[in-house]
């Protein structure tokens, strides 16, 4: 119950976060952007090799959030479309940033499905029961993943989602105190990012070998 209340306060906090000087943009700025991925998909722009009609809501939206730290979530929602354990796109990932090897959007979003299917090779049964093949192949993708995470960061330093995944990699790689640095990296584009901080504190839960009281210091150091 404990790590349901520090988890839930933490949330609440950070939704009450506003910054004293802040620009925020028209909230219909991104309705087009919003309206194509409901008519076409951004899946399905993938699977037709559309890469330049992909890339450019991708790049409003990182732009959006740049500008509104409240329009998070849309980020953070495109990107799950790109969250599938499917072998066969691996391909179509390649050959967009191939096409493109200076576009932030393929590299974040390549690393998004390396992690995923990462985290599918490993699965989700107990250490004891997870085979060292299993371990191999998520260390592997993993690996993948965090180097297109740093490409896309050092093209595009403000992404805040690549920081989130590369938290969650280096927590099951078991570098805490990388996790810790990503985390701090996260709040130094963004200091009031949610998905940061949801990710950075469930994964300090004691079962992923973290502790109450790290997860307590993370709410407390957010009201500061």
């Not at 049964?125 to 965090?146: G, H, K, P, V």
């Not at 595009?156 to 640095?181: C, N």
């Not at 950075?200 to 973290?210: D, E, F, T, V």
Request: include cysteine; hydrophobic fraction near 40%; charge should be neutral.
């Amino acid at each position: 119950m404990k790590f349901y209340a520090t988890f839930i306060a933490l949330i609440v906090f950070c939704t009450q976060l506003v910054p004293s000087s802040y620009a925020k943009e028209p909230e219909t700025a991104i309705n087009s952007d919003k309206m194509q991925f409901q008519k076409e998909g951004l899946r399905q722009l993938l699977l037709n090799k559309q890469f330049a009609a992909l890339s450019e809501p991708l790049s409003n939206l990182q732009k959006e959030y740049e500008t509104d730290y409240k329009t998070e979530n849309n980020l953070t929602s495109a990107l799950y479309d790109f969250e599938v354990n499917n072998p066969k796109y691996k391909s179509l990932f390649d050959e967009w940033v191939a096409s493109s090897p200076n576009d932030f959007t393929s590299l974040l979003c390549r690393g998004v499905y390396l992690f995923t299917r990462g985290a599918h090779a490993r699965g989700a049964e107990y250490a004891s029961e997870t085979s060292t093949n299993q371990f191999q192949s998520m260390e592997s993708l993993y690996r993948d993943a965090a180097v297109d995470f740093l490409k896309a960061l050092k093209l595009q330093p403000t992404l805040v989602h690549a920081y989130a995944y590369l938290i969650r990699i280096a927590s099951t790689m078991g570098d805490s105190e990388l996790q810790k640095q990503f985390f701090n990296a996260a709040l130094e584009q963004n200091p009031y990012s949610i998905v940061a901080r949801q990710v950075h504190l469930a994964k300090l839960a004691p079962r992923w070998g973290g502790s109450m009281a790290e997860m307590q210091a993370v709410v407390d150091e957010s009201r500061k």
